[in-house]
């Protein structure tokens, strides 16, 4: 009889020992994996674009899951002109050099292999503007909403004759002296706010935000808004990217 309160509280303790064990084990298991997972990846040889291959398929998987969610219609939020800054920030000066004139600048597109369009500032200007408030969002960590004004960039293709090249993948666009360059996928570029813009606040483009002619692709990251167009090309594979060469995400969507 004495004995007889004692059985459970022993059954008790039995129990709570052996779920502490499973606990701590579980615990440790966990960590062992961890451990193995990160050192595995450290150990990873890295390789183009300054990334393990199993962070650089984490950022293609990514990429595919933004490409599927993303619709044509898809715009960014648009503000009043009232709302945008006077003063834009300035962010970035690779292929920036020196001043640019006008006198000799001209955009030169790659309708086909040896065929390229040579255009003036005087021409671009002629095509219906279109305006755009958004806010642009920076990578590394600031935003601001500004107002810019352009040509859109499915009216350029329509006015140049460059419908049949918007069936092709990817836009690239380079600066003048090739030192900045991005990609930019196809119906992130027909997306209705996408400029090829000239004005900032109603205003010709200072030079060091783009002058004569800029990208403004409100859908995407301001590192693929690329400042000062030289060159312009369609293609099936991903264009060359600066940012993304250096690890960035090559989508930079938003
Ligand atoms: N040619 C060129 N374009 C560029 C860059 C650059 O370094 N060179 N930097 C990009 C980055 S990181 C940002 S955030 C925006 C900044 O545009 P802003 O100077 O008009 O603010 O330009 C983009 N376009
Ligand atoms: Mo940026």
């Not at 064990?21 to 990160?38: A, N, Q, R, T, W």
């Not at 183009?48 to 939020?77: D, I």
């Not at 600066?175 to 209705?192: E, F, L, R």
Request: include cysteine; aromatic fraction near 14%.
């Amino acid at each position: 009889m004495s004995s007889a309160p004692k059985q459970p509280k022993d059954r008790v303790q039995r129990e709570i020992t052996r779920r502490t064990i499973i606990s701590f084990s579980v615990f440790f298991v966990c960590i062992g994996v961890g451990i193995f997972l990160f050192s595995k990846l450290y150990r990873e040889p890295i390789s183009a674009g300054y990334l393990q291959p199993t962070l650089r398929k984490v950022l293609v998987a990514n990429e595919k899951l933004f490409s599927l969610f993303y619709s044509k219609t898809r715009q960014a939020k648009a503000f009043k002109k009232t709302d945008a800054v006077t003063k834009a920030r300035v962010n970035g000066g690779v292929g920036m050099d020196g001043v640019l004139d006008t006198a000799t600048w001209r955009l030169k597109v790659v309708r086909n292999p040896g065929d390229t369009l040579s255009i003036t500032l005087d021409e671009l200007k002629a095509l219906p503007k279109t305006e755009v408030v958004f806010d642009f969002k920076c990578v590394e960590g600031w935003s601001q909403v500004t107002w810019w004004g352009g040509v859109r960039f499915s009216d350029f293709l329509k006015k140049y004759n460059l419908v049949a090249q918007s069936g092709m993948r990817y836009v690239g666009m380079i600066t003048p002296d090739k030192a900045y360059y991005v990609g930019n996928d196809m119906p992130s570029m027909m997306q209705p706010q996408t400029l090829l813009c000239y004005e900032l606040n109603g205003k010709p483009l200072p030079q060091n935000q783009g002058y004569p002619l800029r990208l403004i692709i409100p859908v995407k990251y301001g590192i693929k808004h690329l400042k000062r167009i030289g060159f312009m090309y369609f293609s099936n594979e991903k264009p060359r990217d600066y940012w993304a060469e250096l690890g960035y995400d090559y989508y930079s969507g938003l």
